[in-house]
């Protein structure tokens, strides 16, 4: 049972454009949202979180946004870098077990010069 | 200040045998926390540690699984009689106190390869 799902599995956009992530989610317990960056043969790197409480969260370039009647979140990185060109993983986690994170299989981006 | 380090790498088990899967969290990190990405899947929960103490395992599989946290050294994961479906990227995260999901630090993780 996929219970946060990344639909795309590869993304493509130029450099300079936007790119916005998808992520959808099933357990109305998840309370707290994350994104991770990965690089291969490296492990997963902490971008950008939001809480439930919140519809939007804005660091640079990166900004996370969630729909929960939609359970719905996505990250929009503007504007897109060749060296975002990464593996992007969405995760979640409950309240009650805050350090246990449910991740996508996430999205491969590649942003072309 | 180093990050978080596994080793090895890379390891290659022949069905049967024992895999022991190392993680040195940063230093000052007390919390370690173990995943597991099988091909094709997201990264899955399967245990947090503090020194000394497992806090939660419900990620573990009942059997041939087993993970400590000693007082000195690294933390480590231990998979008995492996099975090809073992075959996995793990990695350890570490964080400095409790556990705030947004400051547990990965490591680059453990390719398992049972063959």
């Known amino acids: 049972d996929q219970q946060v799902k990344q639909n795309s599995p590869s993304l493509s956009v130029q450099e300079g454009r936007i790119s916005i992530l998808n992520c959808d989610y099933t357990n109305s317990m998840f309370d707290y949202f994350l994104w991770y960056k990965k690089y291969p043969a490296e492990g997963p790197t902490f971008l950008i979180s939001i809480s439930s409480i919140k519809d939007k969260n804005e660091d640079g370039r990166f900004t996370v946004f969630l729909n929960k009647s939609a359970k719905h979140l996505s990250l929009h990185i503007v504007p897109s870098q060749p060296g975002d060109s990464a593996v992007y993983f969405c995760a979640a986690c409950s309240g009650g077990s805050n350090y246990k994170l449910t991740f996508g299989k996430g999205t491969l981006l590649t942003v072309n010069p | 200040n180093a990050g978080v380090m596994q080793n090895p790498r890379h390891l290659v088990r022949r069905r049967g045998q024992e895999a022991r899967l190392r993680c040195s969290p940063m230093k000052g990190h007390s919390h370690v926390y173990w995943y597991r990405q099988l091909p094709e899947e997201g990264l899955k929960f399967m245990v947090y540690?503090?020194?000394?103490?497992?806090?939660?395992e419900s990620g573990m599989p009942k059997e041939r699984f087993s993970a400590e946290f000693p007082k000195e050294g690294p933390s480590i994961l231990r998979i008995q009689q492996v099975v090809r479906g073992d075959s996995a990227a793990y990695f350890c995260a570490s964080s400095p106190t409790g556990p705030r999901t947004d400051t547990q630090y990965f490591g680059p993780g453990t390719r398992l390869t049972v063959l």
């Open positions: 540690l503090q020194k000394e103490n497992i806090i939660d």
